[in-house]
């Protein structure tokens, strides 16, 4: 399987891929939702990557593409109280960035 090395980061740098990040993200949306604990966060993560691999092959992909990706899957998991605990916090942030 084609492993992700980078990733771009919202002002364009090229980072190392993280996927604790995206593993630690899933966690506490699925603490604020109730609906899940590490264990699944830990296989939704494995989804995500899955569907990244699957869409940047030949591509850094960047952090609201890899966001976006978390929301469909945790939507096609039927996690739905998490993908919105997710996408309210996503928001939150990109709310405060723009203050900054």
């Not at 990040?21 to 603490?31: G, L, P, T």
């Not at 604020?32 to 494995?46: F, H, L, Q």
């Not at 869409?55 to 939507?75: A, C, F, G, K, R």
Request: aromatic share 8%.
């Amino acid at each position: 399987m084609y492993a992700i090395k980078k990733c771009s980061k919202r002002d364009g740098r090229v980072v190392r891929f993280d996927r604790n990040r995206i593993q630690n993200a899933i966690s506490k949306a699925f603490i604020e939702s109730n609906e899940g604990n590490v264990d699944i966060a830990k296989k939704v993560t494995e989804s995500v990557i899955e569907r990244i691999v699957r869409s940047h092959i030949e591509n850094v992909p960047n952090v609201e593409q890899i966001q976006d990706l978390v929301e469909y899957t945790l939507m096609d998991l039927s996690f739905t109280q998490t993908a919105k605990c997710y996408i309210l916090y996503r928001e939150k942030r990109n709310r405060d960035r723009e203050q900054d």
